[in-house]
């Protein structure tokens, strides 16, 4: 596909710092001449707007077989119309969620893993994958007092939390710890970016 650049996403529980910590990245990046992009899933495309506006913001959760091809095909969507011609400019992606988090979530609802994988085979494999790593009680504590979407409450997260630490274990996520100091937190994912970049 001739990709040139570098395809990373950042993982982790609602109120764990993902988008603080993607958009720290890309100004890091930045500030050292790199072309860093910031992206989100889901997407500011078409399927991903209607994620965000008629699945998000239910109070009743939709069927997760129905949720899971939803946000596979956001993400294809998303691969093709945004990342595939950034990545074939050069630039390095940063995607504010991605395939992890629909094994997470949609495992945690019960489906089979194997069928969620399979059903996001059209995606790219992500060069880099970082989970933000957050006790439940403190995104419980993060999250009181704030209007939740469908998949915030604690029984969802803790299983969410289950299945990403299932996947640090098989290698497929960095973790980081996020239970500290934005700066702390910043400076570390950016040792592990700029590592994989063979930058000192």
Known sequence: MGRNGLLICIEGLDKSGKTTQSLLLVDALRSRGLEAVYTTEPSAGEIGSFIKRYVLRRKQRIPASVEALLFAADRVDH???????????????????????????????????????????????????IYIDVPLEVIMRRLKGKERTVMEHPDIQMKVRDIYATLVKEGKLIPVDGNRPIKK????????????????
């Open 79 to 129: 691969v093709e119309r945004e990342i595939k011609p950034m990545l074939k400019e050069g630039k390095i992606v940063v995607s504010d969620r991605y395939i992890y988090s629909s094994i997470a979530y949609q495992g945690a609802a019960g489906l089979d893993i194997e069928w969620i994988k399979e059903i996001n085979k059209m995606a790219l494999e992500p060069d880099l994958a």
């Open 185 to 200: 937190v910043s400076s570390q994912i950016q040792r592990i970016v700029l590592g994989r970049l063979g930058i000192e």
